[in-house]
């Protein structure tokens, strides 16, 4: 079974910095890709991030573009998202998933999903 482990959520104030991680077991290939949605109080899901595993090529929501950075080390299993310049509108339950290959990139089509890490940036 695919298991995704997330940790790293917290509270953090306006520019501040935060560093998510997703212990991933359970995979059978590489094709696929790992990251990260979201959802706010009040909001719809909204993907924010996620990596290839299958040549490491990176996608990000055009509202995270040079503040967060995806990265996996294939040694452990983990996807790690560092977010910096934190803003409150980026407070939210953040879930690590895995998408098939190809798929189109939209939280509903999520192969695979773990429990959520609250991020809080208080203002």
């Known amino acids: 079974d695919v298991q995704l482990q997330a940790c790293g959520g917290g509270l953090v104030t306006a520019g501040g910095s935060l560093k998510l991680s997703c212990a991933a077991s359970?995979?059978?290939?590489?094709?696929?890709?790992i990251g990260w949605f979201r959802q706010a109080p009040g909001k719809e899901r909204e993907v924010v991030s996620c990596?290839?595993?299958?040549?490491?090529?990176?996608y990000y929501a055009d509202s995270m573009k040079g503040r967060f950075t995806i990265s996996k080390d294939n040694d452990k299993n983990t996807v790690y998202l560092q977010m910096k310049s934190l803003k409150p509108e980026d407070t939210a339950v953040y879930y690590c998933?895995?998408?098939?290959?190809?798929?189109?990139?939209?939280?509903?089509?999520?192969?695979?999903w773990g429990q959520g890490t609250q991020v809080t940036v208080s203002s």
């Open positions: 998933a895995v998408w098939v290959s190809g798929t189109y990139l939209v939280p509903h089509a999520a192969r695979y």
């Open positions: 359970g995979f059978t290939s590489d094709d696929y890709q």
């Open positions: 990596i290839s595993g299958r040549d490491g090529s990176t």
